[in-house]
């Protein structure tokens, strides 16, 4: 497939790669799915308004004094949704929200016209036949309209999204299409199992569902060329965070780690994007780019004036793109969760822990992460630390906290899975 991977079947995907360009070197803003999404959907670190831990209702510290519907996005950010309306856009939202389950925090108050999808992280692929434990879990219609889909949730997101291109297709559109594929629980179909006899456990399933999530974005992608739409938009393919291999069967070598740590495998995600007659073909960037980015890329893309949005932490990529701009769109990046904190600056990633000797790595010899050069370079990790703390400083207190005991997980799953 487009990253390597002799096991996936990826053909949908595989096209979409030789269409525009792949970067190599794409982040999110978290390893973990929620305060990803915060900080995709507003092109700002998360932390600067305290959306730092992931959002799952038993897993946060009762110090934080918050129910799981309780944590989401605060109102008073922007979010992609909005931009897109402001300048014309008609709006839509499919699948997995995971930014609030509480009203005030529903996608049709947040920027988006349409939606169909649940409020939480996670669910059945398949429909329920009585009420699931939480109220975020249920299938919605735009807002408090419960209708469970048919069939299989991924094929049905991605006929919301056909649909919706069939009935906008004469006015600009954005669409954020959430599949929850590959996430938990491993509901796979038959016949997409059938394709993979040579494996056996969670390794087949998440091969039969890639595949069934490839095969819904090329009916998306066929939507777009049938409507003779795709010479005019942009379309990009990404992740929320890195495969968590203990829970879904993912392999994310060459890199270490997993989602949930700072390690690459947690942070560096597959990511392309097409726009045909602007993003030259079968075209690779190799610098360092982030999900963060996404926002202003579509805003100023669709019309609008990026040099307005002063407060976003992503950037325009298209200069970068088009080769108008050669240097790194970021000459830094940074995560934080809880005491854990990292910073990238140019090729070297400091790995700053609480209660363990921070690591220093230089990604550009050493992508998989297996020589420490903190003790090699210990005036360079002061440095280091020095750009964290500083950024530290801009940034929110969260609003709230995980419970130790998976803070200590993560660092264990984290442990676990270094290649």
Same mark, same amino acid.
């Given at each position: 497939?487009?990253?390597?991977?002799?096991?996936?079947?990826? #053909?949908?995907?595989?096209?979409?790669?030789?269409?525009?360009?792949?970067?190599?070197?794409?982040?999110?803003?978290?390893?973990?799915?929620?305060?990803?999404?915060?900080?995709?959907?507003?092109?700002?670190?998360?932390?600067?308004?305290?959306?730092?831990?992931?959002?799952?209702?038993?897993?946060?510290?009762?110090?934080?004094?918050?129910?799981?519907?309780?944590?989401?996005?605060?109102?008073?950010?922007?979010?992609?949704?909005?931009?897109?309306?402001?300048?014309?856009?008609?709006?839509?939202?499919?699948?997995?929200?995971?930014?609030?389950?509480?009203?005030?925090?529903?996608?049709?108050?947040?920027?988006?016209?349409?939606?169909?999808?649940?409020?939480?992280?996670?669910?059945?692929?398949?429909?329920?036949?009585?009420?699931?434990?939480?109220?975020?879990?249920?299938?919605?219609?735009?807002?408090?309209?419960? *209708?469970?889909?048919?069939?299989?949730?991924?094929?049905?997101?991605?006929?919301?999204?056909?649909?919706?291109?069939?009935?906008?297709?004469?006015? #600009?559109?954005?669409?954020?299409?959430?599949?929850?594929?590959?996430?938990?629980?491993?509901?796979?179909?038959?016949?997409?199992?059938?394709?993979?006899?040579?494996?056996?456990?969670?390794?087949?399933?998440?091969?039969?569902?890639?595949?069934?999530?490839?095969?819904?974005?090329?009916?998306?992608?066929?939507?777009? *060329?049938?409507?003779?739409?795709?010479?005019?938009?942009?379309?990009?393919?990404?992740?929320?965070?890195?495969?968590?291999?203990?829970?879904?069967?993912?392999?994310?070598?060459?890199?270490?780690?997993?989602?949930?740590?700072?390690?690459?495998?947690?942070?560096?995600?597959?990511?392309?994007?097409?726009?045909?007659?602007?993003?030259?073909?079968?075209?690779?960037?190799?610098?360092?780019?982030?999900?963060?980015?996404?926002?202003?890329?579509?805003?100023?893309?669709?019309?609008?004036?990026?040099?307005?949005?002063?407060?976003?932490?992503?950037?325009?990529?298209?200069?970068?793109?088009?080769?108008?701009?050669?240097?790194?769109?970021?000459?830094?990046?940074?995560?934080?969760?809880?005491?854990?904190?990292?910073?990238?600056?140019?090729?070297?990633?400091?790995?700053?822990?609480?209660?363990? #000797?921070?690591?220093?790595?230089?990604?550009?010899?050493?992508?998989?992460?297996?020589?420490?050069?903190?003790?090699?370079? #210990?005036?360079?990790?002061?440095?280091?630390?020095?750009?964290?703390?500083?950024?530290?400083?801009?940034?929110?207190?969260?609003?709230?906290?995980?419970?130790?005991?998976?803070?200590?997980?993560?660092?264990?799953?984290?442990?676990?899975?270094?290649?």
């Amino acid at each position: 497939g487009f990253q390597g991977s002799k096991e996936m079947k990826t #053909p949908k995907l595989d096209k979409l790669a030789s269409e525009g360009v792949r970067f190599t070197q794409g982040y999110v803003s978290d390893p973990t799915c929620g305060p990803s999404r915060a900080g995709l959907i507003t092109g700002r670190y998360q932390q600067r308004f305290g959306f730092e831990e992931n959002n799952v209702p038993g897993f946060m510290s009762e110090v934080s004094a918050l129910d799981g519907n309780e944590m989401g996005l605060p109102v008073e950010e922007v979010t992609m949704g909005d931009y897109m309306q402001s300048i014309g856009y008609t709006t839509a939202y499919y699948g997995k929200w995971h930014l609030g389950g509480a009203d005030r925090f529903h996608p049709t108050r947040r920027g988006f016209d349409e939606f169909y999808g649940f409020r939480g992280g996670a669910r059945s692929y398949y429909a329920y036949s009585s009420d699931p434990p939480l109220k975020m879990d249920k299938m919605e219609r735009g807002f408090e309209n419960y *209708e469970e889909h048919e069939g299989y949730l991924t094929d049905a997101l991605a006929e919301e999204a056909m649909d919706f291109i069939e009935n906008n297709k004469d006015k #600009p559109f954005f669409i954020f299409l959430a599949f929850n594929a590959v996430h938990t629980p491993m509901d796979a179909q038959p016949e997409d199992l059938a394709e993979f006899p040579e494996f056996t456990g969670l390794r087949q399933k998440v091969a039969a569902m890639t595949l069934a999530m490839d095969r819904a974005c090329g009916k998306v992608l066929d939507k777009l *060329e049938e409507l003779g739409l795709d010479e005019n938009t942009i379309v990009v393919f990404t992740n929320d965070n890195g495969g968590p291999t203990d829970k879904n069967g993912s392999i994310n070598k060459p890199l270490s780690g997993t989602k949930s740590n700072h390690l690459e495998g947690g942070i560096r995600v597959p990511f392309l994007m097409k726009w045909p007659g602007k993003i030259k073909p079968k075209s690779v960037y190799k610098h360092p780019i982030i999900t963060l980015d996404l926002l202003p890329t579509f805003f100023e893309a669709g019309g609008g004036d990026v040099d307005s949005l002063t407060h976003l932490d992503g950037v325009d990529l298209m200069p970068y793109l088009s080769g108008h701009k050669k240097e790194r769109p970021h000459q830094r990046l940074y995560w934080k969760k809880d005491c854990r904190a990292v910073v990238r600056d140019g090729d070297w990633k400091l790995i700053r822990f609480p209660d363990r #000797p921070a690591e220093l790595y230089n990604i550009a010899e050493d992508i998989g992460e297996h020589n420490n050069l903190a003790a090699v370079y #210990p005036e360079k990790v002061k440095k280091m630390y020095k750009m964290i703390f500083q950024w530290e400083s801009t940034l929110s207190r969260p609003r709230w906290l995980l419970k130790r005991k998976f803070e200590n997980m993560d660092i264990d799953r984290m442990d676990k899975y270094r290649h």
